[in-house]
C-alpha cells in the first residue's frame, strides 16, 4: 500500500513523538533559558515533522528530499542543542534517554529515506 499521507510515515510520527518529548524535556529546564536554549530546542523540534510533512506534500521526489535534508538538519541542530543542555548542567536531574533515543532514531530513519530517494534524484 502506497503511502498517501505524510500522516502515515512512520518517520513523521516518531517525530511528532519527538516534538512533544522536547517540550516536556524544555519545560523543566530553568526560567532563564525560556527565550534561550528551550525556544531554539522547541523550534528546532517541530522544525523536522514540519519538513517531513512539507516536503512529502511538495509532489517531487527532488523536493522530498530537499526538505529531508532541512529536518535532518533540525535534527543535527536539536542534537547540538541536547549537548549544550548536558555540557551546562542545565537539566541537571533530568533524563535525557527518551529524548536522545527518540531523537537518534528519527535521524537514522532520515537518513536512510535521504538516501534512497538519492538513488532515485541525481545530484544537481
Same mark, same amino acid.
Given at each position: 500500500?502506497?503511502?498517501?499521507?505524510?500522516?502515515?510515515?512512520?518517520?513523521?510520527?516518531?517525530?511528532?513523538?519527538?516534538?512533544?518529548?522536547?517540550?516536556?524535556?524544555?519545560?523543566?529546564?530553568?526560567?532563564?533559558?525560556?527565550?534561550?536554549?528551550? !525556544?531554539?530546542? /522547541?523550534?528546532? &523540534?517541530?522544525?523536522?515533522?514540519?519538513?517531513?510533512?512539507?516536503?512529502? $506534500? +511538495?509532489?517531487?521526489?527532488?523536493?522530498?528530499?530537499?526538505?529531508?535534508?532541512?529536518?535532518?538538519?533540525?535534527?543535527?541542530?536539536?542534537?547540538?542543542?541536547?549537548?549544550?543542555?548536558?555540557?551546562? !548542567?542545565?537539566? /541537571?536531574?533530568? &533524563?535525557?534517554?527518551?529524548?536522545?533515543?527518540?531523537?537518534?532514531?528519527? $535521524? +537514522?530513519?532520515?537518513?536512510?529515506?535521504?538516501?534512497?530517494?538519492?538513488?532515485?534524484?541525481?545530484?544537481?
Amino acid at each position: 500500500m502506497a503511502v498517501t499521507s505524510y500522516r502515515n510515515l512512520t518517520v513523521w510520527q516518531k517525530a511528532m513523538q519527538l516534538v512533544i518529548a522536547i517540550y516536556d524535556l524544555t519545560g523543566k529546564l530553568p526560567e532563564s533559558e525560556r527565550y534561550g536554549l528551550v !525556544s531554539q530546542m /522547541r523550534r528546532a &523540534s517541530v522544525s523536522i515533522p514540519s519538513n517531513i510533512a512539507e516536503g512529502k $506534500m +511538495r509532489g517531487t521526489r527532488k523536493d522530498y528530499r530537499h526538505f529531508l535534508l532541512d529536518a535532518f538538519g533540525s535534527g543535527a541542530e536539536l542534537e547540538t542543542q541536547l549537548e549544550i543542555v548536558k555540557n551546562l !548542567s542545565l537539566g /541537571r536531574g533530568l &533524563s535525557h534517554d527518551h529524548v536522545d533515543s527518540l531523537l537518534a532514531e528519527v $535521524m +537514522r530513519m532520515l537518513n536512510a529515506l535521504i538516501h534512497k530517494l538519492e538513488l532515485a534524484v541525481p545530484n544537481t
